[in-house]
């Protein structure tokens, strides 16, 4: 296979997919790195390069996909919550405020010497809600693999009063920006891009 992207996530398989491109899904085994207050950019894009670069290396023939997502808020760099109270803790700190949703992505092809990086945001918009709004959307979502315990695919508009970016890097890959990059060297979609990627999100 010519294009792997590096990561388990099912959220960024569905988003390149939807794209029309065919790819291996190869989840690389590296330790990410320690989020500190005020690197959430720098965190994300070196997170990505050590996946890329870890795949590439077995597999320097192939194009390969690396990215992390982080979430930022005033300056503080929030992951996936540990367990439902700290799940919980974080939707409170989020209510009614803005935050940074930060994906870094490298694509790598080592055979072609190919190196390209970027690191795209999106500013998200928290309603005001309460605890029993946040507990409900706990309910209903998992929200314990999402870095900043939401996903705005799934219920996100019990949450979510407005956005400004790509709707796709809060799902988990800039896959506008991906896309155009793949064409730049050469890497074709085999099929027609799906259209209505923001509307099956919401499914």
């Not at 690389?28 to 720098?42: H, I, Q, R």
């Not at 959307?137 to 998992?142: A, E, G, I, P």
Request: charged share 25%.
């Amino acid at each position: 296979m010519s294009l792997i992207l590096a990561s388990a996530s099912p959220r960024r398989a569905d988003l390149l997919h939807r794209a029309g491109f065919r790819f291996e899904v190869l989840p690389a085994s590296v330790e990410e790195l320690p989020a500190v207050p005020g690197t959430a950019p720098d965190v994300a894009l070196r997170n990505a390069e050590r996946k890329a670069d870890f795949m590439a290396a077995s597999h320097p023939e192939s194009t390969v996909i690396g990215a992390d997502t982080v979430v930022e808020l005033d300056g503080m760099i929030l992951g996936k919550p540990a367990d439902p109270d700290d799940a919980l803790r974080i939707l409170m700190l989020l209510s009614g405020k803005r935050h940074n949703v930060l994906t870094g992505v490298c694509i790598r092809n080592a055979s072609r010497n190919i190196r390209i990086i970027f690191t795209d945001c999106t500013g998200v918009w928290f309603r005001p809600f309460d605890i029993d709004t946040a507990k409900l959307y706990m309910s209903r979502v998992n929200v314990l693999d999402k870095a900043g315990a939401y996903g705005i695919q799934e219920q996100g508009d019990m949450l979510v009063e407005r956005i400004d970016g790509l709707f796709s890097n809060i799902v988990g890959l800039p896959v506008e920006r991906v896309a155009e990059s793949l064409r730049l060297i050469g890497e074709e979609p085999e099929e027609s891009p799906h259209t209505n990627e923001k509307e099956s999100a919401h499914e």
